[in-house]
């Protein structure tokens, strides 16, 4: 398996829901990562998990809140959005944080908060 | 501001022909580069890397150039097809002190032309 799975691919959210984005991956990377990306813009690092640790939060507004409840998953946790935080996001591994190895993205979860 | 950037952000080139998509960098020290490929609806898809110890490194019809003298990256695809359409990003790996994370270039649009 050389894949990293993103679910749902499109998610439609009011701005007082509560909804979680999913990420697995079986390739036995240790280093998860997501990424917000807007239209025709180059993905935004948001957090970076290092062997099921978060080693970087890039400033992100606690309205998202990630989780890596084993070495296979990262969830992003979802609450109080605004419509401005509509975008791909898109979730990311390697086989370590050391990035020297390039990363394997999943096709993203496009989500619009109305 | 991003270190990694590019020249031109849209790129039409007629099927068949060798296409040329440049990057410059400012972060001397960067030891890894990466080319990714994304196509509409898709995440990001690794094409190829190089390392800073070479200058230039081929893939399937894809070559990356790398000039460390002034800083510049290239991808070169041959003989263009249609499914080449896509953005094409490249993104550095510049050392740090803490867990790594590439940097992204603001990316570049490949229309093929019929």
């Known amino acids: 398996d050389t894949e990293v799975t993103q679910t749902p691919k499109h998610l439609v959210m009011g701005m007082t829901n509560k909804k979680s984005l999913k990420c697995e991956q079986h390739?036995?990377?240790?280093?998860m990562y997501w990424y917000k990306q807007k239209a025709k813009k180059p993905p935004e690092l948001m957090f970076v998990?290092?062997?099921?640790?978060?080693?970087i939060n890039e400033s992100v507004p606690s309205r998202f809140s990630p989780e890596c409840p084993n070495s296979s998953l990262l969830n992003l946790h979802l609450h109080a959005l605004q419509p401005e935080d509509s975008a791909l996001y898109l979730c990311?591994?390697?086989?370590?944080?050391?990035?020297?190895?390039?990363?394997?993205f999943g096709s993203g979860t496009r989500l619009t908060v109305v | 501001g991003e270190s990694v950037g590019l020249h031109l952000p849209t790129l039409s080139v007629q099927e068949g022909d060798n296409s040329i998509i440049n990057c410059a960098y400012s972060?001397?020290?960067?030891?890894?580069f990466i080319w990714y490929k994304q196509e509409s609806g898709k995440g990001p898809q690794f094409i190829i890397d190089?390392?800073?110890?070479?200058d230039k490194r081929q893939g399937q019809r894809v070559t990356v150039l790398l000039n460390k003298t002034v800083k510049h990256l290239s991808l070169q695809i041959a003989a263009t097809q249609p499914g080449d359409s896509a953005v094409y990003f490249c993104?550095?790996?510049?050392?740090?002190?803490?867990?790594?994370?590439?940097?992204f270039g603001k990316g570049t649009r490949l229309h093929i032309l019929p």
């Open positions: 990311a591994s390697s086989q370590d944080s050391r990035a020297n190895y390039g990363y394997t």
């Open positions: 390739m036995g990377h240790r280093a």
């Open positions: 998990y290092s062997y099921e640790k978060l080693s």
């Open positions: 972060n001397s020290a960067s030891d890894y």
């Open positions: 190089i390392r800073s110890n070479m």
């Open positions: 993104a550095e790996n510049p050392p740090m002190n803490r867990d790594d994370k590439i940097i």
